[in-house]
């Protein structure tokens, strides 16, 4: 269940970024230009960019991630192998320090060892399900799905409408998009949800209001 909620949370987040980036990307360059072509060429590179970039990042992060669980995984093994008995009673001290009495965490650390040895270990010494490992190219592909998602709403917002109504169209779009990532975060980490939605509301502004200006001041030049 925790996995579910680490990767839905993360899904969102992606969405988080994709919505951003993209909104002040695309209203950047609209504050430049009214051409059509131009705004959508600038909002497709930056999806393209932002997905594979986020893509790459969250695969050589979380390969560094699995590496670091095969290590500690082997380690563990080699250790079972070479001092079963300190490895019984490091476990059974570890299960005492989690309020089981001295005899009842002996009891439990023999069953343990005894069903699956390197597994027990794994989960109460070094908190990895061996059967859980995490995969670098799930992760890869989720990222690169939940960016996509997220930057798709302002690129249609921003090239469907007509000129005078683009900026206000994707303003509000992308303020209420944020708005709603703000209530999932907030619900998914047992966070306040008013400061969450305030947070992200006021960043995604933010960025669209200084790319908007900065846009506008090119386009004027």
Known sequence: MSTRLNWLRAGVLGANDGIISTAGLVVGVAGATTSRASILEAGVAGLLAGSLSMAAGEYVSVSSQRDSERAALETERRELAEEPEAELAELTDLLEA????????????????????????????????????????????????????????????????????????TVVAVLGALTLCGVISARLGGAPVPRAVLRNVTGGALAMAVTYAVGTWLGGT
């Open 98 to 169: 989690r309020g089981l009495d001295r005899e009842l965490a002996r009891e439990a650390a023999v069953q343990l060892t005894e069903r699956d040895a390197l597994k027990a270990h794994a989960r109460v010494e070094l908190g990895i399900n061996p059967d859980e490992l995490v995969n670098p190219w799930h992760a890869a592909f989720a990222s690169l799905v939940a960016f996509t998602a997220g930057a798709l709403l302002p690129l249609l917002a921003i090239v469907l409408p007509g000129p005078t109504q683009r900026v206000p169209v």
